[in-house]
């Protein structure tokens, strides 16, 4: 499939630039995978992560948070218990 069927399938209009920019970048993208492809693997086993086996994930740890009397305390508007901000999606009704 070539650049310009490409661009009519996700509908995006190219101009000639952009079709031969694309064009030289995607034929790029697609040497390359095929000298991936060529890469002997055999033996070799899959990995999980690209880099060591460790997981770099913190652990959660439960600590102290605000009270709700000071997480409020700078807020510029305030409705209740609750910050108040302005609306910023159109009423669906």
């Known amino acids: ?10 509908r995006i209009a190219l101009s000639v630039d952009e079709r031969e920019r694309l064009g030289d970048q995607l034929a790029d993208i ?3 995978a095929a000298q991936l492809m060529a890469v002997d693997v055999e033996g070799v086993e899959p990995a999980g992560q690209p880099i060591g086996g460790e997981d770099m994930l913190a652990f959660d740890e439960v600590e102290v948070g605000f009270s709700q009397k000071d997480a409020l305390s700078n807020a510029p508007q ?10 910023v999606l159109e009423d669906a009704s």
Request: no cysteine; net charge neutral.
């Open 78 to 87: 305030r409705e209740r218990n609750f910050f108040s901000v302005p609306q």
């Open 30 to 32: 697609l040497r390359y």
């Open 1 to 10: 499939m070539d650049i310009v069927a490409t661009a009519e399938i996700a």
